[in-house]
């Protein structure tokens, strides 16, 4: 089983920035990723990074938003620069460890205009 935290969500103003946190239990997760939803919309893909430290971003976040891990405790962060009012959503971590796969319970990041 995959069983995965976040952490570091909050509100700010546009141009600010903020770092998310996710941490993972058991052996070290073969991707991990970042998910968010806004009110009235589908969860769509943010960001994510392998095992070996491959990263993909959306088009949305290209050049904002940085992915890094930590393979040896499982741990990922997210760091958002550049807020804008669209980013606010609930922001979800999500792993693998083939053949499982987890999600995090979600946490707020809210960005004013």
């Known amino acids: 089983q995959v069983q995965l935290v976040e952490s570091g969500g909050g509100s700010v103003q546009a141009g600010g920035s903020l770092r998310l946190s996710c941490v993972g239990s058991?052996?070290?997760?073969?991707?991990m990723g970042w998910y968010r939803q806004a009110p009235g919309k589908q969860r769509e893909f943010v960001a994510e990074i392998t095992r070996s430290g491959t990263t993909n971003y959306a088009d949305s976040v290209k050049g904002r938003f940085t992915i890094v891990r930590e393979n040896g405790r499982n741990l990922m962060y997210l760091q958002m620069d550049k807020l804008r009012p669209e980013d606010t959503a609930v922001y979800y971590c999500?792993?693998?460890?083939?053949?499982?796969?987890?999600w995090g319970p979600g946490t707020q990041v809210t960005v004013s205009s």
């Open positions: 058991g052996n070290s997760m073969d991707v």
């Open positions: 999500k792993a693998k460890r083939y053949p499982y796969e987890g």
